[in-house]
């Protein structure tokens, strides 16, 4: 597939004039269009880049860095399309130092409608129809588990949240989904592959946007977590599911935890996945919840810290307040 191409000087205008703190309101305005647990995702208002998603990481110590980080996501995005078979949107990258010596790489897209992504969607698909979508994501899931059951060497990680899947040609005028309904993986910016068992990614880039008064607590009680978590497809359906609390739609659990226990005894047996149960669901919510809103509250504190202390320019988009039950 042809990568996307995007005009890097234009990019680098962008980062220029960016304002980390209201992109809306950089000398080339953002646009937010999705804001993950880690990252930003936005279109740029400027000629040229329209029908685009960009997700910015400057996680990046030095170019060198950026080197293992882009093999990794190419790989990573080439095994899930060619060998897995997940459909991913158009995409492509650019990389380079700006102007005030930061390193920094633009994850490129192709702009997915808003309402076919799925934590959108749910809100306006009719509720039967929820478990079906929800099977359908499991069945996109299992063939990550699939592969790696197949697989001698090669063990690739998913991050199965609703949010991560677009609904291809879905129509939110009038919404519906079913069994031949296909979805667009957007989530790649977090390449977690293993070969011969060892992970390819180096988690310190995992902890370069975390305060750093942080790290070494994350280094020692969560990296691990979120390092395996996305190889146990039990633990990525039971955070499928807790989505929707998040999303406030949690009186649909009880049928959505019926309909994973039923696609893992049926279609996926051969998986061997144990059953889930509510409880499973709730108290993985619990702590779920309070992990990111603290992480999120540290880092709003790193960025005070760094704004009004040290004077020092804070690079990382953060979300405001993330609306949750
Ligand atoms: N190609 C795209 N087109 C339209 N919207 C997108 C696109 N990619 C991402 N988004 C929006 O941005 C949100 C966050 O994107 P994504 O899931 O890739 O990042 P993330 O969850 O922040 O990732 P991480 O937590 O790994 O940093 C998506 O849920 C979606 O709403
Ligand atoms: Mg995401």
Redesign the pocket.
């Known amino acids: 597939m042809e990568e996307l191409q995007v005009d890097v000087y234009m990019l680098e205008e962008f980062e220029r004039g960016l304002d980390p703190r209201y992109p809306e309101r950089s000398r080339i305005p953002a646009r937010v269009?999705?804001?993950?647990?880690?990252?930003t995702?936005f279109e740029i208002q400027a000629e040229g880049m329209e029908g685009y998603?960009f997700?910015r990481l400057p996680i990046f110590k030095d170019r060198e860095e950026i080197e293992p980080y882009l093999a990794s996501y190419e790989e990573y995005n080439r095994v899930l399309r060619e060998e897995v078979g997940i459909s991913l949107?158009a995409y492509g990258h650019a990389d380079f130092v700006s102007s005030s010596g930061r390193p920094v790489f633009f994850i490129v897209?192709?702009?997915?409608p808003a309402n076919s992504?799925g934590?959108q969607a749910i809100h306006i698909l009719p509720d039967e129809e929820i478990p079906i979508l929800v099977r359908m994501i499991l069945r996109e899931l299992a063939k990550v588990w699939d592969f790696n059951h197949g697989s001698e060497s090669l063990e690739v990680a998913i991050?199965g949240q609703i949010?991560?899947w677009s609904i291809v040609s879905f129509d939110a005028v009038s919404p519906h989904v079913d069994e031949a309904t296909r979805f667009l993986y957007?989530?790649t910016?977090?390449p977690l592959f293993r070969i011969e068992g060892e992970e390819q990614l180096d988690p310190e880039l995992f902890l370069r946007s975390a305060p750093s008064f942080l790290v070494w607590l994350i280094r020692l009680f969560f990296l691990e977590d979120v390092m395996t978590r996305y190889y146990d497809f039990r633990l990525v359906a039971i955070d499928l599911i807790a989505n929707f609390y998040k999303e406030q739609r949690a009186e649909l659990i009880p049928r959505l935890v019926e309909t994973a226990n039923d696609f893992f005894s049926q279609e996926a047996s051969h998986l061997d996945i144990e059953p889930i149960s509510e409880k499973d669901i709730a108290s993985y919510y619990r702590e779920d919840r309070i992990i990111w809103a603290l992480y999120l509250a540290l880092r709003k504190l790193d960025r005070f810290l760094h704004a009004r202390l040290m004077r020092r320019e804070y690079p990382y988009i953060l979300p405001g307040k993330i609306k949750r039950k």
Request: charged share 20%; glycine share 8%; no cysteine.
């Open positions: 269009l999705g804001y993950g647990e880690i990252s995702v998603a997700k949107p897209q192709e702009q997915l992504i934590n991050d949010s991560n957007m989530d910016s977090t």
